[in-house]
């Protein structure tokens, strides 16, 4: 190390962590700033909530299984890191989905997307909505568009284009297997902005709707049902394989796992880490990736409004079922990705993915591998124990896929309060935190609490940190050239 090397502390080894590092350490190559970056991580490994699992050649994810390819970063970054040969897409051929009502899966209308349809004849002959609620939903396209440009919640906007209908059966339970979120709090403008900018252009959600999949023209856009199956990818080894490259790219830096850190401050020309321990660590810039009630509590010292700012965002718990079945005990065919759970069918369940169907290779031949997902109170640990919840999803997925017998295998992991939910106002506090950031020099969050909770969301928000703590070094740097 020179002796005008830059040090760089990054807090939380996450996704988001990992590529503030590999960004900061090639920014230090590219432009000479000599930074030695040490990454601090609270659990004895990295990743974050991202982890795979194979055992007995069955592949199971316990925390997220794919990523979009409609937001360019993710597909930038695995391109980088070698590992575009690895992606693979979703099954062509059951590219569509389900949705519970009563005991009975129902398809999801061709042509509907996440709130929305856009397709009239699949959308008049689903058994999903009543007569009277599809008469209500296509009132959308006579209905004069919303005055003013505030926020609103998720659950607002779908009652006041389409009614309850269509919010109860199918926005809620779409936007829970996402979010893992109650409509009713969640922000349309930060968590679905394409809705409300459709709105803002067509008026109409279905005509709007209607006109962006014809321009788009995309052979996966006209048959996709749900979700749009066709731009999610995961790797054919499993999305540990992410992880894994990130690490190996940021042999350079000094990685600390099981290592928690516990406070910020500023310091003469810099920062001070308070780590576990009693340890500090002086460094001339910081990049805090944790969820955001530690990065609140992070930063306590620094900046009380930041910290009640970021305290302010909540996050929700998820609690992941991976179960491995032979083919003969499940009567459905699983046909499908998966199904969602409306939250007015009183289950613990909240969604399902038929893994060994979404992906190729996630079993071997004879086997099913089956996700369950359960959210909300169930999930967290204050809820429901972990026997009861495990013994609740499995008696409710039985009786939705005609389940025989026990799982041949199974992998069951919560996720406490780890993804959080940008309510209605989101934006606004988004605004003021960057506003709180501009006035401290060297400091940078990054992470799924801000724009964005998907993998190429987090994966932007590092590379924009990285670029951030890179100007203010070579502004520290220029400054002390000049002999200021
Ligand atoms: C179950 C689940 C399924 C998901 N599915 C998908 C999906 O399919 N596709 C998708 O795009 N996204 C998905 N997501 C969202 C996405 O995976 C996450 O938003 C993203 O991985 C978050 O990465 P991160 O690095 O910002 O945070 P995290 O992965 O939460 O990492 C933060 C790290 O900080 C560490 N830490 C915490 N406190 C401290 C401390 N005081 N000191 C040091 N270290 C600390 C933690 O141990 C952790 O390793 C899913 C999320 C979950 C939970």
């Known amino acids: 190390m020179t002796r005008d090397a830059r040090r760089v502390v990054v807090l939380g080894g996450g996704v988001t962590g990992l590529t503030t590092c590999y960004r900061l350490l090639q920014a230090s190559k590219e432009q000479n700033l000599f930074t030695e970056v040490h990454l601090i991580e609270a659990s004895h490994r990295l990743g974050g909530v991202i982890e795979t699992e194979i055992t007995d050649g069955v592949l199971m994810e316990k925390g997220p299984d794919c990523f979009l390819t409609s937001k360019p970063e993710g597909v930038e970054l695995c391109e980088e890191l070698g590992l575009g040969g690895e992606l693979i897409g979703t099954n062509e051929r059951y590219r569509r989905s389900f949705v519970l009502r009563g005991d009975e899966l129902l398809p999801v209308p061709e042509g509907y997307y996440l709130l929305a349809p856009y397709r009239i004849g699949p ?128 042999s350079g830096a000094m990685v600390r796992t099981g290592c928690r850190a516990e406070s910020l401050e500023r310091n003469e020309g810099g920062w001070r880490v308070h780590l576990q321990g009693g340890e500090k660590v002086d460094t001339d810039a910081v990049c805090v990736t944790l969820p955001p009630s530690a990065a609140g509590r992070m930063l306590e010292r620094v900046s009380p409004p930041l910290s009640e700012e970021l305290m302010s965002i909540p996050s929700g718990s998820l609690a992941t079922f991976n179960l491995v079945y032979r083919a003969e005990q499940v009567a459905n065919p699983l046909h499908a990705m998966g199904f969602v759970v409306p939250a007015m069918e009183n289950k613990t369940l909240l969604a399902c993915s038929f893994s060994s169907t979404k992906f190729a290779g996630r079993a071997p031949e004879g086997k099913l591998l089956i996700r369950a997902f359960a959210g909300g109170e169930a999930a967290s640990r204050a809820g429901l124990a972990d026997d009861e919840l495990v013994r609740k999803l499995l008696e409710e997925l039985r009786l939705i896929l005609g389940i025989s017998g026990e799982p041949e295998a199974s992998v069951f992991y919560r996720y406490e309060e780890s993804l959080p939910h940008y309510l209605v106002g989101h934006l606004d506090k988004v605004g003021r935190i960057e506003d709180e950031l501009k006035a401290a020099p060297g400091l940078a969050l990054a992470g799924n609490a801000y724009c964005g909770v998907g993998i190429p969301d987090c994966i932007k928000s590092a590379n924009d940190a990285a670029e951030k703590i890179s100007g203010d070094l070579r502004a520290v740097n220029s400054r002390e050239k000049r002999g200021q």
């Open 123 to 250: 959308f008049m002959m689903t058994p999903i909505f009543s007569p009277l609620g599809k008469l209500r939903m296509a009132m959308d396209v006579l209905m004069p568009r919303k005055k003013g440009d505030a926020d609103e919640s998720l659950a607002d906007f779908v009652r006041r284009r389409f009614g309850r209908e269509a919010l109860e059966r199918m926005a809620q339970p779409m936007v829970a297997g996402i979010y893992s979120a109650d409509p009713e709090r969640l922000s349309l403008k930060a968590t679905m902005p394409q809705f409300h900018e459709i709105e803002r252009e067509h008026r109409s959600l279905i005509l709007g709707l209607r006109k962006r999949m014809q321009r788009r023209g995309s052979g996966e856009g006209v048959s996709a049902s749900g979700p749009r199956y066709g731009l999610f990818v995961s790797f054919a080894r499993g999305m540990g394989v992410l992880v894994d490259a990130l690490a190996e790219k940021i």
